[in-house]
């Protein structure tokens, strides 16, 4: 099956900061999501981004099909965004269900 | 417009106790699925579950099993339970081959003792 590699697997970072969150993938894939994990377990959806650019506030995604790789920017990062991140992919012979990377544990200290 | 809902939050079960967590699909979707989460781990896909179908299934064992009603709502059982299966269970829901993404619900969190 699709493999899907994180990096960093944790990152720590002081409030402002800016960070960039990475996501290889083995496989073309049909769809790409960015999942925030909270405290209470909750995946919130950050982005469905299976190719090109999105923004949203403060975060940003670009996935490169071609080239089997996707980034998650968080610019000036506050407390808030503490957490794990997890990118997910189904892939082009599978579109019915999701493989999940290992996640990147967040710690934004204020 | 509301979201993916499930129920319970939380549950204490027993080992060899049966379980049955159940799940809502956000308005418009008419695909479900289930995933298991361990600890400090990414979510396992169990099954989707369509047209009250079971469509695929992950590497789970038969005492996982489930069924998804005419108005898409989903259950998803566990029989005969182990402290291994001790877990946070998520549901998502999606239109029919992940369109637009998946949705996923706040979890039901099971202890199993």
């Known amino acids: 099956g699709i493999q899907v590699e994180q990096s960093p697997p944790d990152l720590i970072l002081q409030e402002g900061a800016n960070s960039t969150l990475r996501c290889n993938f083995s496989?073309?894939?049909?769809?790409l999501q960015w999942f925030h994990q909270n405290p209470w377990g909750q995946l919130i959806n950050l982005f469905y981004?299976?190719?090109g650019t999105k923004q949203n506030g403060r975060l940003s995604a670009t996935t490169v099909a071609t080239e089997r790789y996707s980034l998650l920017y968080i610019s000036s990062s506050q407390t808030t965004d503490s957490g794990v991140y997890f990118c997910?992919?189904?892939?082009?012979?599978?579109?019915?269900?999701?493989?999940f990377g290992k996640g990147t544990l967040l710690t934004v200290n204020p | 417009d509301a979201g993916v809902t499930q129920s319970p939050t939380h549950l204490i079960k027993t080992r060899g106790q049966q379980v049955t967590l159940r799940c809502s699909p956000k308005?418009?979707?008419?695909?479900v699925s289930w995933y298991q989460q361990a600890l400090g781990q990414g979510p396992q896909f169990i099954f989707q579950?369509?047209?009250?179908?079971?469509?695929q299934r992950g590497n789970f064992p038969d005492r996982f099993s489930g069924h998804q009603f005419p108005n898409y709502s989903s259950e998803l059982n566990v029989n005969a339970l182990l402290l291994g299966d001790s877990a946070l269970y998520l549901c998502?829901?999606?239109?029919?081959?992940?369109?637009?993404?998946?949705?996923f619900g706040s979890g039901t969190r099971l202890t199993v003792v």
């Open positions: 496989d073309s894939v049909n769809n």
């Open positions: 579950y369509y047209e009250e179908e079971e469509r």
């Open positions: 308005s418009g979707h008419d695909t």
């Open positions: 997910a992919v189904d892939s082009l012979g599978s579109n019915y269900k999701l493989t």
């Open positions: 998502a829901s999606s239109l029919v081959g992940g369109k637009e993404g998946y949705t």
């Open positions: 981004i299976p190719s």
